[in-house]
């Protein structure tokens, strides 16, 4: 069973920049596909990005690409989240998530996940 365990949150001013960083212990962290999620007060959780095992795909959605960078260190069971130029609508807590097998944006295919950490960004 794998852990997460993410790092990385705080306070910044709009157009300023954080990263976020998931450790996993557990089996074998390059047998999962990785994603970030976000869930924001009085809102559903939402899919940011996530990449495969490999690291060589990743995936983004519409309100963070170009802005975020999801990437993976497969020797240090690590995953990270670069976020740049960003803006008081990306206030969040942030979910790091594990699953097998292919690559999903559905938090409900996702098998182990983090316990949030949180990003607050001010205008």
């Known amino acids: 069973q794998a852990q997460l365990v993410e790092s990385g949150g705080g306070w910044v001013q709009a157009g300023g920049s954080l990263r976020l960083s998931c450790a996993v212990s557990?089996?074998?962290?390059?047998?999962?596909?990785m994603a970030w999620f976000r869930q924001a007060p009085g809102k559903d959780r939402e899919f940011v990005a996530s990449i495969n095992r490999s690291g060589g795909s990743t995936y983004y959605s519409s309100s963070v690409k170009g802005r975020f960078t999801i990437s993976r260190d497969n020797a240090k069971n690590t995953v990270y989240l670069q976020m740049n130029s960003l803006k008081p609508e990306d206030t969040a807590v942030y979910y790091c998530?594990?699953?097998?097998?292919?690559?999903?944006?559905?938090?409900?295919?996702?098998?182990?996940w983090g316990q949030g950490t949180q990003v607050t960004v001010s205008s």
């Open positions: 557990g089996p074998t962290f390059s047998n999962y596909h």
């Open positions: 998530a594990a699953k097998a097998g292919g690559v999903s944006g559905n938090s409900d295919r996702y098998d182990y």
